[in-house]
């Protein structure tokens, strides 16, 4: 085991009986008050989470130091619980050390702060960065903090109720020498928690992309440090005593601290860490001008008016809140230009690409440029889902895998693979789908182009093989038939040849060149469609090597529908038995109630059927498209191949 996981494991160890420590002692307390209950149940709560958080970076990370710190950070609550409980127990009944005790602990509060000041030092990787700055804060920190909590012990000072009675039976030193030691203490505590911001800041510069993103994580949980000495002197100047507010404060401290570290450590790219960091900033500076202004009517309506201010004050914040309402808008945007630029440049640019598209002087296919310059990501790329598609492809046709979805109405219609706000893919739908549709009309007319130049080839094809079986058969057949008539009509009075043989190899000859004919225009039309799509279909089975399944509602069909549609089934059958081994074909012909006419056909061979390659499915493909419909091919390897063809017809 790693000394940094041994660390935290040894200090969970104790925050486990410290807990035990406390519960035990409220058990066995006469009288305890709600209120200390309920600082109990809090503590165990922070200390719980932040120990488990810290246990499990540890686990995570063995060698990192951040799961320690983050364990110490959760004995804090329970420590300063077991002191109050320790303290308020002994008032109705004596407990070893209680003045000792409580005098030694009169400025521990100050280990609500430290465990955080070195987590800014040591926070990501678990090591001082490089430098003689980061090491003096860090002796700063080591040697400010005993001294402060010593000189808070030795100070003579009464203690406030209802602690009074309790006197100082460890050494003190005289008041004004208390004084003069602790005036500067504060001030130093602030400064090297200025320092820690600056060693925070070096290292965000210098760091990668994780680690900044690491770092914008944990800086949003170290916004609470400086956050709760703020309200701990706003609460000592309004009220002066414990007030909520400090709670509040203790409670961000406790349990945002290490949620966001464990969350920067493990998971820094789970949300987006600018938006939040926005989202934060201004509903922090929403809520720091509400206290600003009930501090502010709460001063002056106490001098003017009295104790009874606290309504005036209340009523004068709650008016200024409801002022405040229709600027957050106009602040969010203000906080994003500073904390969020990347999300502010890109709808800007977004914004400005789609003015400039309604004008026809820039075209939507822009937007992965204007993208990339604006969040300063040379590789981001933006794909499209096109109908009928199953990945996201670029404008070139190059597949586009990750990143954020682009959705119109619900659907996903794009993506943009690089760090992008969910608000500029949004921000980007219309253009994207003004993209997307472009595609798909160029792709088609593609599709047409090459279906023309596929029908044009095929039927020049188709007319040369018609021309050499013509003139190698049936035409061959009949030159010769009409040379043996002829040779017939020379000699039929003079008896030198065999009439009767002649007119017998004539008339085989005319068999054989009909039956070649025949051939010949069932290669062109089946003369099984004579009696219709069905009985065609029934002959198409009793050729097929397989059992075809196949149901047709009785109906007349359109001549070239039905000769589309038996082609359709003829094709894909061939290439199920040819190339599949299916062992199972189904044939399903129905007419949809939208007047047009399905065949599907389907079978359980090991797929991979792939239009592009072959002319069979492409000149199938071409067929039903010069009909007005559209053919659609499912397959995959080892699920078999379902081959779809959705045919007009007339009613």
């Known amino acids: 085991?790693?000394?940094?996981?041994?660390?935290?494991?040894?200090?969970?160890?104790?925050?486990?009986?410290?807990?035990?420590?406390?519960?035990?002692?409220?058990?066995?307390?006469?009288?305890?008050?709600?209120?200390?209950v309920f600082g109990l149940v809090s503590a165990v709560v922070a200390g719980t989470l932040s120990t488990a958080l810290g246990l499990f970076v540890a686990h995570r990370r063995p060698g990192?130091?951040?799961?320690?710190?983050?364990?110490?950070?959760?004995?804090?609550?329970?420590?300063?619980?077991?002191?109050?409980?320790?303290?308020?127990?002994s008032l109705s009944r004596p407990m070893p050390g209680d003045e000792a005790v409580h005098q030694l602990a009169a400025g521990l509060w100050i280990l609500w702060y430290v465990p955080v000041l070195l987590l800014m030092l040591y926070f990501p990787g678990g090591r001082l960065p490089p430098g003689r700055f980061p090491r003096l804060v860090l002796y700063g920190v080591l040697t400010v903090t005993p001294v402060f909590i010593l000189v808070a012990a030795l100070d003579p000072t009464t203690y406030d109720p209802p602690f009074e009675r309790f006197g100082h039976p460890l050494p003190t030193l005289p008041e004004s020498v208390i004084w003069f030691l602790l005036l500067p203490l504060p001030g130093l505590l602030m400064v090297l928690l200025v320092s820690s911001a600056l060693v925070m800041r070096h290292r965000y510069r210098a760091g990668g992309t994780v680690e900044r993103a690491q770092l914008k994580w944990f800086g949003l949980g170290v916004v609470a440090l400086p956050g709760t000495l703020l309200l701990c002197w706003v609460n000592y100047l309004l009220f002066g005593e414990l007030t909520a507010l400090i709670w509040v404060g203790l409670a961000a401290l406790s349990l945002g601290v290490p949620s966001l570290t464990a969350l920067a450590?493990?998971?820094?790219?789970?949300?987006?860490?600018?938006?939040?960091?926005s989202a934060v900033v201004t509903w922090g500076l929403l809520t720091a001008g509400l206290l600003a202004v009930y501090s502010t009517v709460s001063l002056t309506g106490g001098l003017a008016l009295g104790r009874g201010s606290a309504v005036v004050s209340a009523g004068v914040t709650a008016l200024v809140a409801v002022v405040l309402v229709p600027a957050k808008n106009r602040l969010r945007r203000s906080v994003d230009r500073r904390f969020y630029p990347v999300r502010e440049r890109a709808l800007s640019a977004v914004t400005a690409l789609e003015r400039e598209v309604h004008a026809g002087r820039a075209r939507p296919e822009q937007l992965e440029e204007v993208l990339r310059d604006a969040m300063r990501q040379p590789g981001l790329r933006v794909g499209f889902l096109l109908p009928g598609g199953t990945e996201f492809r670029d404008t070139a046709g190059t597949p586009v895998a990750g990143g954020t979805e682009v959705r119109l109405a619900g659907r996903p219609i794009g993506i943009i693979d690089g760090p992008c706000p969910h608000e500029v893919a949004t921000a980007s739908a219309l253009l994207v789908e003004t993209v997307r549709l472009r595609l798909e009309l160029r792709q088609a007319l593609g599709e047409v182009e090459a279906s023309r130049g596929r029908l044009l080839r095929t039927g020049y094809r188709e007319r040369r093989r018609l021309e050499r079986d013509l003139h190698d058969g049936a035409q061959s057949r009949l030159v010769s038939l009409g040379m043996a008539l002829r040779l017939a009509q020379r000699h039929l009075d003079d008896g030198s040849v065999d009439i009767d043989g002649l007119l017998d190899q004539a008339v085989a000859e005319l068999g054989t060149a009909v039956a070649e004919l025949r051939e010949l225009a069932h290669g062109l039309r089946p003369s099984s469609l004579d009696d219709g799509l069905g009985p065609a279909l029934e002959s198409l089975a009793l050729r097929a090597p397989v059992l075809l399944d196949w149901r047709l509602d009785g109906r007349v069909l359109p001549d070239a529908v039905a000769t589309t549609a038996y082609y359709v089934a003829s094709e894909a059958v061939t290439n199920s038995v040819k190339h599949a081994d299916a062992t199972c074909i189904g044939v399903v012909v129905d007419e949809d109630g939208d007047g047009t006419l399905r065949v599907t056909i389907r079978d359980d061979g090991r797929g991979g059927a792939d239009p592009h390659r072959g002319s069979g499915l492409a000149g199938l493909r071409d067929?039903?498209?010069?009909?007005?419909?559209?053919?659609?091919?499912?397959?995959?390897?080892g699920n078999g191949t379902t081959v779809e063809a959705v045919l007009p017809c007339e009613s």
């Open 265 to 277: 450590i493990l998971r820094h790219d789970l949300y987006d860490v600018d938006r939040t960091t």
């Open 623 to 637: 067929r039903v498209a010069a009909l007005g419909g559209m053919l659609h091919i499912t397959c995959g390897p």
């Open 1 to 36: 085991m790693s000394w940094p996981r041994g660390l935290a494991s040894v200090t969970a160890l104790l925050t486990a009986v410290v807990v035990v420590a406390c519960c035990g002692l409220t058990a066995a307390a006469p009288e305890v008050s709600a209120g200390l």
């Open 64 to 89: 990192n130091l951040v799961g320690f710190l983050l364990t110490l950070i959760g004995l804090v609550p329970p420590l300063e619980t077991f002191l109050d409980i320790y303290g308020e127990v």
